[in-house]
């Protein structure tokens, strides 16, 4: 995406999102841009909606929230609060562009997949309640860029329809998170096992779209083969806002950009035997020593060879094909046995 690779075999991509966490601030956004590349993340994420694009205003009941941390809410309301101002967005882009930072946006109707289209963002993300949306989602994929789809609460037979009607409509590059639709999530909730299922079910790349309060839940989604993390961010949660509680400050962020990159690199791939970097290492292994002067002619025994350190004789292995042959000639205390002390 937007030049770096993504997959298995590469280093893990950490997507710092914005969501509603300038609190109706254009510095702040554009300061959470900033910090997002200093700490390392691959790319920053906007949400691309407004109020009415998202829900009606309307005062009954059913508009109203009725738990987490938007309990009491009326929709509409909060997301007149949580929205980033479409004016902004081609601002926020060129400021990522600027430091080197990927910005991309998640479109929640059809009319801001072409407002991002003008803007010419390089992916999209698909949010986890929009991904039965087949108008949407045939949309995204008609533009023929990378698509990211968290998978929420739907079910298996609705991300293999959802990803039918991507690959229909022209998606070609497809990425599905495992993501619990929960505002914090528990790690009990997270299954992230379900990870590399995706990956092979579907022939895609698989990461993890984390809402839970600490970072271990994504080292863990990267161990187990996720290829992108996803979290939310906030310059201090102090600062409160929509999104606040679930998501993570700067040290934070900058620590996960470090863990995930050693679990990845310590992932390695299936490996046997001596690494470049235990090389050093190979003298400390036992070997086959002279442990008492041996006089030419003199035979070989378990009081005058052992397998000691350091590891520069013969494989203990060796040892009972060196027992009772004579030696060539005089040999030290502490010489290492090779074959050519065998007479």
């Known amino acids: 995406m937007a030049g770096r690779a993504i997959g298995p075999d590469e280093p893990p991509y950490v997507i710092a999102e914005i969501s509603g966490n300038h609190n109706g601030k254009y510095e702040r956004a554009a300061e959470l841009v900033r910090l997002a590349a200093e700490c390392g993340a691959d790319a920053v994420k906007l949400q691309t909606y407004t109020p009415d694009t998202m829900t009606i205003d309307c005062a009954r009941p059913e508009f109203s929230i009725g738990a987490g941390p938007w309990a009491g ?52 993300k698909v949010a986890s309640f929009e991904n039965t949306d087949v108008a949407l989602l045939e949309r995204v994929a008609a533009t023929g860029k990378p698509v990211i789809v968290s998978t929420g609460m739907a079910s298996l037979a609705e991300i293999s329809d959802s990803v039918e009607h991507l690959r229909a409509a022209g998606c070609r590059e497809l990425a599905l998170l495992r993501c619990c639709s929960a ?16 990956a092979e079910t579907f022939d895609v790349v698989a990461g993890l779209s984390d809402h839970t309060l600490s970072n271990e839940v994504a080292v863990t989604a990267v161990a187990l083969g ?29 620590s996960l950009v470090a863990s995930i990159q050693a679990a990845s690199a310590a992932c390695g791939r299936v490996h046997y035997g001596r690494s470049d970097v235990e090389e050093e290492s190979r003298v400390f292994r036992r070997s086959l020593f002279v442990v008492e002067d041996v006089a030419a002619g003199q035979p070989f025994t378990r009081e005058n060879v052992r397998a000691i350190r350091p590891g ?16 060539a000639r005089a040999v030290p205390r502490g010489t290492p046995v090779s074959w050519d002390l065998l007479g």
């Open 183 to 198: 505002y914090p999530a528990p790690p009990r909730a997270m299954h992230l096992r379900t990870i590399p299922h995706l």
């Open 226 to 254: 996720a290829s992108i993390v996803e979290k939310h961010f906030i310059g201090a949660r102090s600062d409160g806002g929509p999104d606040a509680a679930f998501s993570i400050e700067p040290d934070e962020l900058a």
């Open 312 to 327: 520069h004789g013969l494989p203990p292995k060796h040892l009972g094909e060196v027992l009772g042959r004579r030696a």
């Open 73 to 124: 809410r009326n929709l509409h309301d909060l997301y007149r609060e949580a929205h980033t101002p479409w004016d902004w967005q081609p601002r926020l882009k060129e400021l990522a562009d600027e430091i080197g930072i990927t910005l991309f946006s998640t479109p929640f109707d059809e009319s801001a997949v072409d407002f991002l289209e003008a803007m010419d963002v390089p992916a999209y």
